[in-house]
């Protein structure tokens, strides 16, 4: 992993300021390159994150925030990301129990200690390194994208540019699609030169075309249309 990418929503900005230096300091000390994004609100971290979706690795969430708290905060978090870790940071103990229900990393008491936060930022890469099965990671400038596989339809290739099309949006990186097919594996087919996609996101294929699950249509080339048939096939009786 190139750069961790913290997220830190607290209303109190000395309260972020404190626990950003902190992060600070523990990550200089491991060598890890960290980039840090701010929130004041939960509101305004979900506005973000509906174009930002994949852009963060570890999000420090304060429980007591106002209007939308921030057990709320998690519950659509985690619809949109599935896979962003989260750590909930509270003046209180009384939310303890509460962060399991939307898979919380861990659970930290204002002011949160040194080792505390060392503890969790290693269960926080740990995890990520874990997952990096279970997601594609690209970059375009200096920006990274984490991007679950099973969210994925499929990668278009224009020239030099990819793109990563998913549900709810469309990654655009520099990278070739045949260097992108031996990252992603079996998971994915080939069906023409410019596309790349996801078994799972098929529903069939029919005139010489691929039909995807959402009703897309991509065009399937006479080179690939073998291969491909026989590569779903084999998800179909492997899934």
């Known amino acids: 992993?190139?750069?961790?990418?913290?997220?830190?929503?607290?209303?109190?900005?000395?309260?972020?300021?404190?626990?950003?230096?902190?992060?600070?300091?523990?990550?200089?000390?491991?060598?890890?390159?960290?980039?840090?994004?701010?929130?004041?609100?939960?509101?305004?971290?979900?506005?973000?994150?509906?174009?930002?979706?994949?852009?963060?690795?570890?999000?420090?969430?304060?429980?007591?925030?106002?209007?939308?708290?921030?057990?709320?905060?998690?519950?659509?978090?985690?619809?949109?990301?599935?896979?962003?870790?989260?750590?909930?940071?509270?003046?209180?103990?009384?939310?303890?129990?509460?962060?399991?229900?939307?898979?919380?990393?861990?659970?930290?008491?204002?002011?949160?200690?040194?080792?505390?936060?060392?503890?969790?930022?290693?269960r926080a890469q740990a995890a990520l390194y874990r997952d990096l099965e279970r997601a594609y990671i690209c970059r375009n400038g200096e920006t990274y994208y984490r991007i679950p596989v099973s969210n994925i339809l499929y990668f278009a290739s224009d020239r030099r540019q990819v793109q990563c099309v998913t549900q709810g949006r469309i990654y655009t990186f520099y990278a070739k699609l045949d260097a992108v097919a031996a990252e992603v594996g079996k998971k994915f087919v080939r069906v023409h030169q410019r596309y790349l996609v996801r078994t799972g996101a098929v529903d069939r294929i029919e005139s010489g075309e691929v039909v995807l699950r959402n009703g897309e249509r991509l065009p399937v080339s006479r080179s690939c249309q073998q291969s491909a048939i026989l590569a779903l096939a084999r998800a179909e009786l492997e899934g």
């Open 1 to 122: 992993m190139t750069v961790l990418r913290i997220g830190i929503c607290d209303d109190l900005a000395n309260a972020r300021l404190v626990l950003r230096s902190m992060l600070e300091r523990i990550l200089e000390g491991q060598k890890v390159q960290a980039q840090f994004f701010e929130f004041s609100a939960g509101e305004t971290l979900l506005r973000w994150y509906e174009n930002h979706a994949g852009e963060l690795d570890v999000l420090f969430l304060d429980m007591e925030l106002h209007e939308m708290d921030g057990m709320e905060t998690a519950r659509r978090l985690r619809e949109a990301d599935s896979g962003l870790q989260l750590v909930f940071v509270t003046g209180y103990s009384d939310y303890v129990f509460d962060g399991y229900s939307v898979g919380a990393l861990g659970y930290l008491l204002k002011p949160p200690k040194q080792e505390q936060l060392e503890a969790v930022l290693d």
